[in-house]
């Protein structure tokens, strides 16, 4: 399922909604996680999953094509957590 | 980082904000994009949000495990995991905006 396939989806449940403002509803939705995380937020959908922010520590790392050794930063990464009621429907129970 | 933990109540009160439509109502597309995400899951299918990341569904075989604490072997069952790759946007946008 991709974002238009959502978006036609919400916009078959709820006819009385312009399909532009469904597409402006899930965008939103999606923009807030991101701007959530940015801000170093969590964002705890319970049933669904966590979305949160993990620190990687500064590291040497190496280029796998020359083996030359470059220090690479700090850096924050998005990561997600699947909620126990999806990992349950997942799995049938 | 201000490290405070948003819920469905802030989406809600963000879709609120951006389209002219009741607090409850807000609230009910909020849940319903989630049932409609997770539906597609556990049909199997994986969920491609554009710009914000992929949540995929990845079968995980049989092994055998280890209590921890007791050092007992346990059978692990097979099993569906999801998991999410986030967009290369919002690896940019959150390493960006955590960056001091």
Redesign the interface.
């Given at each position: 399922m991709i974002r238009s396939e959502l978006i036609q989806r919400i916009a078959d449940d709820n006819p009385h909604l312009y399909q532009r403002d469904v597409e402006r509803i899930v965008n939103t939705i999606f923009e807030e996680i991101i701007e959530a995380m940015s801000r170093g937020d969590r964002v705890e959908l319970r049933g669904f999953g966590a979305f949160s922010v993990k620190k990687r520590d500064a590291r040497t790392g190496r280029n796998p094509r020359t083996g030359e050794s470059v220090e690479v930063e700090e850096k924050h990464v998005p990561f997600f957590k699947t909620g126990k009621l999806l990992r349950d429907r997942l799995n049938g129970k | 980082?201000?490290?405070?933990?948003?819920?469905?109540m802030?989406?809600s009160e963000?879709?609120f904000r951006?389209?002219g439509l009741s607090r409850n109502e807000?609230a009910q597309?909020?849940e319903?994009?989630?049932a409609?995400?997770?539906d597609?899951?556990?049909k199997g299918?994986?969920?491609?949000?554009?710009?914000?990341?992929t949540?995929s569904?990845r079968d995980k075989a049989a092994r055998v495990g280890r209590n921890p604490k007791t050092g007992q072997e346990v059978p692990i069952h097979p099993?569906?995991?999801?998991t999410?790759r986030?967009s290369h946007?919002?690896?940019d946008?959150?390493?960006?905006?955590?960056?001091q």
């Open positions: - | 980082m201000s490290n405070k933990t948003l819920t469905r802030d989406l963000a879709v951006e389209v807000s597309l909020v319903s994009v989630l409609h995400m997770s597609a899951l556990v299918q994986n969920v491609k949000i554009s710009s914000f990341g949540f569904v099993r569906r995991v999801l999410f986030p946007l919002m690896k946008r959150v390493a960006a905006g955590n960056k």
